[in-house]
């Protein structure tokens, strides 16, 4: 299976989660997925009314990034873009 396909995969499972489960117990959820996929993934979480750990960079381009700023805001959640936070947590 190719790797981009894998993420969307992981899209869809964090759909299910978020639709299906209490997610009720989280307060922030890290997002580490490939590039391409972190506004679209930040979004969906962030319509959940959850906070937000995105690995950099946090979009593609400005338009994105705008519209995952606003979203958050909107939600009144928040919303923080990190550089290797798994990584610097164990070292």
Do not use: Q
């Not at 993420?7 to 978020?18: E, M």
């Not at 338009?63 to 610097?88: D, G």
Request: proline share 2%.
């Amino acid at each position: 299976m190719k790797r981009r396909n894998l993420h969307k995969i992981h899209i869809i499972i964090l759909v299910v989660v978020i639709i299906y489960y209490d997610v009720s117990l989280l307060d922030v959820v890290y997002v580490g997925t490939i590039h391409p996929y972190h506004a679209e993934v930040s979004k969906l979480i962030l319509n959940a009314g959850k906070s937000v750990l995105c690995e950099k960079p946090m979009a593609m381009n400005v338009k994105e990034a705008t519209e995952v700023l606003n979203l958050a805001k909107e939600k009144k959640v928040f919303y923080m873009e990190v550089e290797c936070l798994l990584l610097s947590m164990i070292m």
